[in-house]
């Protein structure tokens, strides 16, 4: 019981402690690449058959200090964008999804917001209320975006119910 105690007590120190940012953040290293195109491929799942195994883009649009826009190509489908912006209460993600002719489809506007205030190398977006409203199946989501320790790859991953959903793998060094 006291070896438990202690685990616990010095786990509650360590969420009291600052965290420092080990080189760049995930909103920073995406600024910089404003205008470029990465491809990818999914990492998880391991099935074959699966909707997203196929090969993979993004496009980094930086809109203003505070936007950054990502389409997201899976196979021949540009519908995806991530939208991630800066405000008040933290880096916010949200999932813009549209046909072919531009118009929202009808599950649009999905996401989180990072709310640590830590601009880290990693961000993790707990659906949001509005997510939670519009698609009650998603509201144990979490959405991470996740920089490698070199910053030459980015992950992108989704939870549910606290098990793993998907990861995609970005390589940023090309």
Same mark, same amino acid.
């Given at each position: 019981?006291? *070896? $438990?105690?202690?685990?616990?007590?010095?786990?509650?120190?360590?969420?009291?402690?600052? &965290?420092?940012?080990?080189?760049?953040?995930?909103?920073?290293?995406?600024?910089?690449?404003? @205008?470029?195109?990465?491809?990818?491929?999914?990492? #998880?799942?391991?099935?074959?058959? *699966?909707?997203?195994?196929?090969?993979?883009?993004?496009?980094?649009?930086?809109?203003?200090?505070?936007?950054? $826009? &990502?389409?997201?190509?899976?196979?021949?489908?540009?519908? $995806?964008?991530?939208?991630?912006? /800066?405000?008040?209460? +933290?880096?916010?993600?949200? *999932?813009? *999804?549209?046909?072919?002719? @531009?118009?929202?489809?009808?599950?649009?506007? #999905?996401?989180?917001?990072?709310?640590?205030?830590?601009? @880290? $190398?990693?961000?993790?977006?707990?659906?949001?209320?509005?997510?939670?409203?519009?698609?009650?199946?998603?509201?144990?989501?979490?959405?991470?975006? /996740?920089?490698?320790?070199? +910053?030459?790859?980015?992950? #992108? #991953?989704?939870?549910?119910?606290?098990?793993?959903?998907?990861?995609?793998?970005?390589?940023?060094?090309?």
């Amino acid at each position: 019981m006291f *070896h $438990r105690n202690l685990k616990l007590i010095v786990f509650l120190l360590c969420l009291a402690l600052p &965290v420092v940012a080990d080189g760049p953040s995930v909103f920073d290293s995406l600024a910089e690449l404003d @205008g470029k195109s990465f491809s990818g491929r999914m990492v #998880y799942p391991d099935d074959p058959n *699966h909707s997203m195994n196929q090969p993979m883009t993004i496009t980094v649009k930086v809109i203003s200090q505070d936007e950054i $826009r &990502v389409p997201f190509q899976v196979g021949e489908d540009r519908s $995806r964008t991530w939208i991630l912006r /800066r405000g008040s209460e +933290g880096i916010s993600l949200k *999932h813009d *999804h549209r046909h072919a002719d @531009g118009t929202p489809d009808e599950l649009t506007n #999905y996401g989180g917001v990072d709310s640590a205030q830590v601009l @880290g $190398r990693q961000l993790v977006f707990p659906a949001d209320d509005e997510t939670k409203a519009m698609l009650p199946e998603a509201s144990t989501n979490v959405w991470s975006f /996740r920089l490698s320790p070199d +910053g030459k790859q980015l992950f #992108y #991953y989704l939870e549910r119910h606290k098990e793993s959903r998907f990861e995609a793998q970005f390589d940023l060094s090309r």
